[in-house]
């Protein structure tokens, strides 16, 4: 299977802070890679770097074998193939959820607004958010307003899907029905790197599992391997951690 | 993060290689913009010094030496100016915060006050400045009321006042209705009372929003001060207007002109350069 997406000794420090050092990762085609580790230990940073919204200090990122950090290419193009869903949803708040949906349809890839309309109706009635179409993100649960940014990005059909701790500014029930589009994504064949702090998700959807640590990979394999059997200290302290916090 | 990490690092050759492009690039856009400026500055420039009347406008609007001699009068003008902008300035921004406060209020022991505020912005800020100047600087007088200066300076400046607190205080009100109600809900939840969430959770919010509209309000103060001119006070605008229309010249409006330019620019920039800064410090995803 090609990869889609690579990380070749990827560096990122911001001043003196080292935050991803020599960093190597690949993800294949409808594969899923969860990121895991404490915070600060540079998920979104890596996520902020493969949609270019950081400039890297050192190493490549290509996307289905191109290098996306090289300096004469075309950021909006690069983006264009990315979908990015963010822990504080950003919806933006003077649309409604249909016009938050049709937006990047519409504006960036020039589709006429009854088709987009058709798109973000379909998406939205396979996610049971139909009856929300024309309501304003405000009036909407945390649930609700982050399964319509995951529509928003779906909605232009993108060849990568960034997910950074989605869930994590939502109360457990809601998880659930955030969770249960990705699972559905992950169905479809999507192709996913998602930072998370939910380990029984993790290893539901996870063909791969990598600890990061100190801007690093310390540990990576199935989310059987690194879940269930972490052979490093640290991997087997976090979760450790992370269990008795109640979340595994 | 470790040291060791640090200073082990040195830039592949890829990333060398880069920074070469990243350098090549920067380099072209400053060509361009380079030659984009003389293009543009240049054809304005042929145009305004080819025109049929250039060497008449250059006598009369750009004599260097008369500028010269009229710098000292007009300078001493805009010290005027400067006063009534400063003076003004600090009493607009009382009335007008006040006046936002009266409007934004929703205690029913105020309602008459919401009223009258409400009056005197649809009032001043619809009339014309040059009216209220007139108005007041002639009206006033004439009511002879004891211990009211019949001062023109004093009522010129009373006349820009009333008109630009209208205007700032409907600044600061729209800067206050912007903030989320879910700011007002989070204070209000940790026991604040409405007025210490106005003056610790909204306001410092509401005003730091403001602060490019009220920098333009502020600079449109400094020129329309000149208007008061009208009334008879010496200012730059007065002082250069009595030296042209001795001698015909008008080098002395040029004059007063670049040095109002020479305040406003250097604070515009100023403003702007100090909101970059304090939206960078607030917000951790920078620029994109």
Request: positive net charge; contains cysteine; glycine residues 6%.
């Amino acid at each position: 299977m090609a990869n889609v997406l690579e990380l070749q000794n990827v560096r990122k420090a911001f001043g003196s802070e080292v935050v991803l050092n020599n960093l190597s990762l690949q993800v294949p085609e409808h594969t899923a890679t969860v990121l895991i580790g404490a915070s600060g230990s540079g998920k979104s940073t890596l996520l902020r770097c493969i949609n270019l919204l950081e400039t890297i200090d050192d190493g490549q990122i290509f996307l289905d074998g191109q290098e996306i950090t090289d300096p004469s290419i075309k950021v909006d193009d690069v983006r264009r193939k990315l979908g990015m869903v963010f822990q504080s949803f950003n919806l933006f708040p003077h649309k409604t959820v249909l016009e938050n949906i049709t937006l990047a349809p519409v504006k960036v890839q020039d589709k006429s607004e009854d088709e987009a309309y058709e798109i973000a109706t379909k998406l939205l009635s396979r996610f049971d958010l139909a009856d929300k179409a024309d309501q304003y993100p405000d009036r909407l649960s945390g649930g609700q307003q982050q399964r319509v940014a995951i529509i928003r990005s779906l909605a232009v059909n993108p060849r990568l899907l960034l997910l950074d701790e989605i869930t994590s500014a939502l109360d457990p029930v809601l998880v659930n029905e955030v969770l249960s589009i990705v699972r559905d994504l992950k169905l479809d064949g999507m192709t996913m790197v998602l930072a998370t702090h939910e380990m029984g998700f993790a290893t539901q959807v996870a063909d791969e599992v990598c600890f990061l640590e100190s801007g690093n990979i310390l540990e990576r394999g199935s989310a059987e391997q690194v879940l269930k059997n972490p052979t490093d200290p640290k991997t087997q302290e976090f979760l450790k951690r992370v269990h008795q916090a109640g979340r595994l | 993060m470790s040291e060791r990490n640090h200073s082990a690092w040195s830039p592949s050759s890829r990333e060398l290689q880069r920074r070469a492009l990243r350098r090549k690039l920067s380099r072209k856009q400053a060509l361009i913009a380079a030659v984009s400026s003389i293009l543009v500055l240049g054809t304005l420039t042929t145009i305004l010094v080819t025109s049929p009347g250039w060497e008449v406008v250059k006598a009369t609007f750009f004599d260097i030496q008369y500028g010269k001699e009229v710098f000292p009068t007009v300078l001493k003008g805009l010290w005027i100016n400067l006063q009534l902008t400063f003076f003004g300035g600090v009493a607009i921004g009382i009335i007008a915060m006040g006046l936002a406060l009266m409007r934004t209020t929703k205690s029913p022991a105020l309602t008459p006050f919401r009223f009258l505020a409400t009056a005197y912005v649809d009032i001043f800020r619809g009339a014309p400045l040059i009216l209220i100047i007139l108005l007041v600087g002639f009206g006033v007088p004439a009511l002879r009321l004891q211990g009211v200066s019949s001062n023109v300076i004093v009522l010129g400046t009373i006349a820009v006042v009333l008109t630009y607190s209208a205007y700032v205080a409907e600044v600061i009100r729209s800067g206050i209705l912007s903030i989320h109600p879910s700011q007002r809900a989070a204070a209000r939840s940790l026991g604040l009372t409405s007025g210490q969430t106005m003056r610790f959770v909204v306001l410092p919010q509401a005003l730091r929003r403001v602060v490019p509209p009220l920098l333009n309000d502020f600079v449109s103060l400094l020129k329309d001060t000149g208007l008061v001119s009208i009334l008879g006070v010496t200012d730059a605008v007065r002082a250069a207007q009595i030296n042209a229309s001795r001698t015909f010249n008008y080098t002395p409006y040029v004059v007063a002109a670049i040095l109002f330019l020479l305040i406003t620019i250097p604070m515009t920039r100023y403003t702007d350069r100090a909101i970059r800064h304090r939206t960078q410090a607030q917000n951790s995803e920078g620029a994109i």
